[in-house]
T-cell receptor
């Protein structure tokens, strides 16, 4: 079946602009996660959605970052007033409950100039 | 705070050799542990998941073990092939199902 998809695959934006990144999880997966990977660094957790529960936003680095999810489908990660340090690959994953094995999308490479 | 360490950071071996990648974690209260591979310019591919109650998982030439009490996991790759060249990442899931990641081991298999 179809895996996790993300769009766009690449995004170049000017400092100060807002960007929206999209994630389509695997159908039926109730959990959805966003991670960030800066060049040469490890992955950082950003936010986690599970069903209709309140999302776990503990990994969001600042109030410029927000994310929404429509039911158990599409999620959008929004970064407002982008900064150069936001440049990274943003990865989305989804999973079924137990054992919560996460399947990743190809990522969105964001470059802030 | 959970910390995940992977050793070595890089490894280069001739084709056909068996090899072991190591992962250690500081807090044994994990939900599960996953091994992934990451190819340049591509996303992450899940290789194996070991639940906290399990000791090992096998898939083809890959075998992953988990020793929660000592905070260690190993990924064993048998009869390595050039196509196995990639960065291998270990991640542990906490009680909130968030993955905490190691920095990875960059593996090169020389033909």
């Amino acid at each position: 079946g179809a895996g996790v998809s993300q769009s766009p695959s690449n995004k170049v934006t000017e400092k100060g602009k807002d960007v929206e990144l999209r994630c389509d999880p695997i159908s039926g997966h109730t959990a959805l996660y966003w991670y960030r990977q800066r060049l040469g660094q490890g992955l950082e957790f950003l936010i986690y959605f599970q069903g209709n529960s309140a999302p776990d936003k503990s990994g969001l680095p600042s109030d410029r970052f927000s994310a929404e999810r429509t039911g158990e489908s599409v999620s959008t990660l929004t970064i407002q007033r982008t900064q150069q340090e936001d440049s990274a690959v943003y990865l989305c994953a989804s999973s079924l409950p137990s054992p919560y094995e996460q399947y990743f999308g190809p990522g969105t490479r964001l470059t802030v100039t | 705070k959970q910390e995940v360490t992977q050793i070595p950071a890089a490894l280069s071996v001739p084709e056909g050799e068996n090899l072991v990648l190591n992962c250690s974690f500081t807090d044994s209260a994990i939900y599960n542990l996953q091994w992934f591979r990451q190819d340049p310019g591509k996303g992450l591919t899940s290789l194996l998941l070991i639940q906290s109650s399990q000791r090992e998982q096998t898939s083809g030439r890959l075998n992953a073990s988990l020793d929660k009490s000592s905070g260690r996991s190993t990924l064993y790759i048998a009869a390595s092939q050039p196509g196995d060249s990639a960065t291998y990442l270990c991640a542990v899931a906490d009680s909130n199902y968030q993955l905490i990641w190691g920095a990875g081991t960059k593996l090169i298999i020389k033909p």
